[in-house]
């Protein structure tokens, strides 16, 4: 049997079957997770249903719970991190910091307001807008960074007053489970239940009949699938869906302060990041200078397990991905794309490919087109700021894109013509617990983080309190 169980109703649970988990360094199943049956996801969800009535009235013991969890989290992070690695792929360091800012997104939302807003308040009437938690809440989560986007949904929903079963990637279950199994001792039985499972067991959740809220994070593929499943009904659903992030550069950067920068935004977590710089649009006068900073840093970096010191970048997490990204490649390059630096895969057991830049592309080439969600960038010339933001737009996704330039204004003044959930400026992939992260048009619908990743996951309710005698 696995030593990782699942969580229902503040208990740890086996299955009748399990799955291989691969650790993506080696290309081998080295532990396995159960598989949850239909009957315990049913107990689940009916879990989560029994712990909602008390829940959501202590706003005060819900607070206490969550310090308490993050208290737990960053106390566990060496019997968490190493597992996230292991079926990850990404550097232990990096899995530790994704455990402490799954804590730090508890701590945020402990301490944050609810909004509660007062539209009258005289002698006729009290009237008030309040936000009720909307129920048992089902999360479904990727495998680039199982945690942190779990507590991207978990904190808020558990702060408005509602109960989750939440169920990680079959690529990348261990960490969330352990997880779960560790943060038992903060909450009430059935507040937080983690199931694990294939793709099917995701879309029996989507159609069960007890979550009223989906909180899905992955393909735009699989939402589409989600919100379908969700629609009959009517359950309230946040998307956060793929991207396909521009970074736009201008022609007073600094060519390689700008490659540097954007290097790190493009290969973060080996380019495995929903708004990770996915294409590049560099003026022609600093495109050379550029597309040199950016092959000598993909040509330096180190690549290699996660779990070993020195690495920098690790593994594509699976085979599945690993092919794509192959496939883009190749694609790119029968097309005509140069590989200035990398273009093959390692030659190695696991899923490593070379960091790879590639010129040459342009817009009608798949790499640019698609999200190629690993460490393969495309990088463009352009002639007009105009024309770089229209080819920068012309896309279904809008989740995220930066400019870059030394006078910030007028790198601001382009950023606000990006149509994307996050445009920053002079920098990319700068999140926070306070800042709002979605995506226009396929990248998603809906909202999390902040004030408004709170407000996802509650109803608003009006109270209108009469004052005439009765
Ligand atoms: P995926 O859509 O294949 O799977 C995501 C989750 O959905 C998994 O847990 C999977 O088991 C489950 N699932 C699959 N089919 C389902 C169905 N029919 N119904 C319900 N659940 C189902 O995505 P992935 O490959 O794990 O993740 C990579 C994708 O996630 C990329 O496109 C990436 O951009 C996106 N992503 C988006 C964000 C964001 O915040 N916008 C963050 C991280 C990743």
């Not at 085979?319 to 192959?326: G, I, L, P, S």
């Not at 010339?381 to 910030?408: C, K, M, P």
Request: with cysteine.
């Amino acid at each position: 049997m696995s030593e990782f169980l699942m969580t229902i109703g503040g208990t740890t649970v086996s299955s009748p079957t399990t799955f291989g988990v691969i650790n993506p360094a080696t290309g081998t199943v080295f532990e396995h997770a159960p598989e949850c049956t239909p009957e315990q996801l049913d107990q689940a969800f009916a879990a989560a249903q029994g712990a909602y009535g008390g829940w959501k009235r202590d706003e005060t013991a819900r607070r206490a719970a969550m310090l308490r969890a993050a208290d737990l989290l960053m106390a566990n992070v060496d019997a968490i991190a190493p597992t996230l690695t292991s079926e990850q792929g990404k550097p232990l360091l990096d899995a530790q910091i994704e455990v402490y800012a799954s804590a730090m997104w508890l701590q945020h939302y402990a301490n944050l307001e609810i909004p509660r807003v007062v539209l009258q308040d005289d002698e006729t009437a009290l009237v008030e807008v309040v936000r009720r938690p909307i129920g048992v809440v089902a999360g479904i989560t990727p495998w680039n960074f199982p945690l942190v986007l779990a507590f991207w949904k978990i904190a808020p929903a558990l702060l408005a007053g509602n109960t989750m079963v939440l169920k990680p990637s079959p690529y990348t279950p261990l960490a969330t489970l352990k997880t779960f199994e560790i943060l038992q001792e903060a909450f009430p039985a059935g507040v937080l239940n983690a199931v694990s499972g294939g793709d099917g067991l995701g879309s029996l959740m989507t159609s069960h009949p007890v979550p009223r809220k989906i909180s899905f994070t992955g393909s735009t593929a699989t939402g589409k699938k989600v919100a379908a499943s969700a629609a009959p009904d009517l359950k309230r659903v946040t998307l956060e869906l793929g991207g396909n992030d521009p970074a736009i550069v201008l022609d007073d950067a600094d060519p390689v302060a700008v490659g540097n920068a954007i290097f790190d935004s493009a290969f973060n977590n080996c380019g495995q990041v929903c708004s990770a710089i996915k294409r590049v649009y560099v003026p022609e006068a600093l495109y050379g200078e550029v597309v040199d900073v950016l092959a000598q840093r993909a040509a330096a970096i180190v690549v290699g397990n996660g779990a070993e010191a020195g690495t920098q970048l690790g593994p594509i997490n699976n085979a599945m991905q690993y092919e794509r990204v192959k496939m883009l490649v190749a694609d790119a390059m029968s097309a005509g794309a140069t590989a200035v630096t990398g273009g093959a895969d390692m030659g190695q057991p696991g899923y490593f490919f070379q960091p790879t830049i590639l010129t040459g592309v342009q817009e009608g080439v798949r790499i640019v087109d698609e999200e190629q969600f690993g460490p393969a960038l495309p990088v463009m010339s352009y002639t007009s700021v105009d024309e770089a933001i229209q080819r920068a737009n012309h896309s279904n996704f809008g989740l995220s894109g930066s400019v870059w330039g030394a006078d910030s204004e007028r790198a601001a003044a382009v950023a606000a013509d990006l149509e994307c959930g996050t445009a920053w400026v002079n920098t990319h992939l700068a999140l926070a617990p306070n800042q709002p992260f979605g995506g226009h048009k396929w990248s998603g619908i809906g909202t999390e983080n902040g004030v408004w990743g709170l407000e996802a996951f509650t109803e608003v309710q009006a109270i209108h309190h009469s004052r005439a005698a009765l």
